[in-house]
């Protein structure tokens, strides 16, 4: 199983960026798939996640300017981040998890290799 993270990059606040999380080994249709995302010395944090079903979920400090979805048929989970801050600055990784308590790190089931967004102020 394999998830590869893409996307990051250096950006100015208040822009954006695209993430994309391809899977490959697993039938991504079956798993809640999530990002996270862990800054220098901090924990690994929730971001956001897509169930199964199709319904998201949101930290609070993204929401209204993350957005996650999800296509099955290419086994892919993507973020689009807008809006950044300086705050957002952190290694971003995507999460397959097959635990209904998909938000907690803890419950992935697999991890991408994590992908850098610096944001300058």
């Known amino acids: 199983v394999q998830l590869q993270a893409s996307g990051g990059g250096l950006v100015q606040a208040g822009g954006s960026l695209a993430l994309s999380c391809a899977a490959s080994g697993l039938t991504s249709r079956r798993y809640h798939m999530g990002w996270f995302r862990q800054a220098p010395g901090q924990e690994r944090d929730f971001v956001a996640a897509i169930n199964r079903s199709g319904g998201d979920s949101y930290a609070d400090s993204v929401k209204g300017r993350f957005t996650i979805s999800r296509d099955n048929a290419k086994n892919a989970v993507y973020l689009q981040m807008n809006d950044l801050k300086p705050e957002d600055t952190a290694v971003y990784y995507c999460?397959?998890?097959?635990?209904?308590?998909?938000?907690?790190?803890?419950?992935?089931?697999?991890w991408g290799q994590g992908t850098l967004v610096t944001v300058s102020s």
């Open positions: 999460a397959a998890s097959q635990n209904v308590n998909y938000r907690m790190a803890v419950n992935a089931n697999y």
